[in-house]
């Protein structure tokens, strides 16, 4: 049996008669951009979270752009970034002309709090948290850092929607939390789309102006703003999956608990699980030193996996002109070249669990 990476069609099937109806509900109503989905789709999203507002945008990369720009971080600013992470992390600060500085990840694979002091200069004005394949980071310690330096703290959740810091959910720590629901992501929506929480009514207003051409009132533009609304289609659609959030998060813990219960082999590294936080399991990622053989002897079992990510920010091809040579992060480097993720999708069988996990026991 044929075992992809992902199944973003079984998520579909789980709820396919919510879906449709909700679907056809919005095509029939003749309004299709920034309607009543979405400002419900706010309202229940920001509840979820225990935020006080929530604006709807056209993607997760958006999100971090537009959370940059509001919160005036751009040309001569630096923010503070882990090394480890997907590139629209780093885009979301270099799109507004800030330097990203990159720390190295903890073996959790999120930023590691105790290398971030060493990296504030002057110019510092903001850390980026990336809760990384759906751990939420050590939110403890960097709180306090931003305290005490006085930065801005933005937190990328675009893997990490529900999972919790001390009983606290991610998104909510900082200034800004940036949501993706990018199809593939653990609320995901059938097409682009995402989010920005605050607390802060002031952003919340600079952000819904700036989202749909630096407009309040129609044609009255006070801002150069972007095109990056949330659709109607969309946001009804997410709501119908956010009604379910718990039962798809239950889901892919119960898959993931197997994974790291029954998967025993020496050559391969389980992911570890950080005192007083959640994991919701975007991603299972495990690591070993012969990567190259486990993906090969997976393929000839028929068994697709995918590398989050391959090629660190920093020496993407894009960043060349930071100067940043290979070397200079060996541990985002290291996991670079070891890290793997395991299948993983809501709507998994146990037949398919069970094949993977064999074929890792005998690897
Ligand atoms: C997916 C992702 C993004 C970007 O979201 P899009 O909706 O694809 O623009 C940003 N950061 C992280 C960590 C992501 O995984």
Redesign the pocket.
């Known amino acids: 049996m044929k075992i992809m990476p992902n199944r973003l069609d079984r998520g579909f099937f789980l709820y396919q008669e919510e879906f449709e109806k909700k679907a056809l509900e919005v095509l029939r109503s003749g309004w299709y951009i920034l309607g009543e989905e979405v400002a419900l789709f706010e309202k229940e999203f920001a509840a979820f979270l225990g935020s006080n507002c929530c604006v709807g945008v056209a993607?997760?990369?958006?999100a971090?752009w537009i959370a940059f720009r509001a919160l005036g971080i751009g040309r001569g600013d630096e923010v503070i970034v882990q090394g480890n992470?997907?590139i629209?992390?780093v885009m979301?600060i270099t799109i507004n002309g800030a330097t990203p500085v990159f720390v190295e990840p903890d073996e959790y694979f999120n930023i590691d709090a105790a290398q971030i002091e060493e990296k504030i200069t002057e110019k510092t004005k903001a850390i980026l948290v990336?809760h990384?394949y759906g751990q939420a980071s050590n939110m403890e310690e960097i709180t306090a850092l931003a305290k005490k330096y006085n930065l801005r703290l933005v937190e990328?959740c675009?893997?990490s929607h529900g999972a919790k810091f001390r009983g606290k959910m991610t998104g909510t720590f900082g200034d800004i939390g940036c949501f993706?629901?990018?199809p593939s992501?653990n609320l995901g929506a059938f097409g682009?789309?995402?989010a920005i929480v605050t607390d802060d009514p002031e952003l919340e207003k600079k952000v819904r102006i700036f989202r749909n051409y630096g407009s309040e009132k129609r044609y009255y533009n006070c801002v150069i703003g972007a095109n990056s609304r949330l659709d109607e289609l969309q946001a009804g659609l997410l709501r119908v999956r956010l009604l379910h959030i718990h039962e798809l998060e239950q889901e892919r813990k119960r898959i993931c608990s197997r994974y790291l219960k029954e998967i025993k082999n020496n050559k391969i590294e389980l992911p570890r699980i950080r005192d007083g936080a959640t994991h919701v399991w975007h991603q299972f990622v495990v690591k070993t030193r012969r990567r190259n053989d486990l993906i090969e002897y997976l393929n000839t079992r028929e068994i697709g996996t995918i590398i989050h990510y391959p090629i660190p920010p920093h020496l993407a091809k894009a960043y060349e002109y930071l100067g940043m040579k290979k070397g200079s992060l060996p541990i985002t480097e290291a996991y670079a070249d070891t890290v793997v993720s395991l299948p993983l999708y809501n709507g998994m069988t146990e037949q398919e669990q069970n094949i993977v996990i064999e074929a890792m026991n005998h690897f």
């Open positions: 993607s997760g990369l958006d971090l992470t997907y629209a992390s979301g990336v990384l990328d675009a893997q993706s629901f990018y992501k682009d789309a995402g």
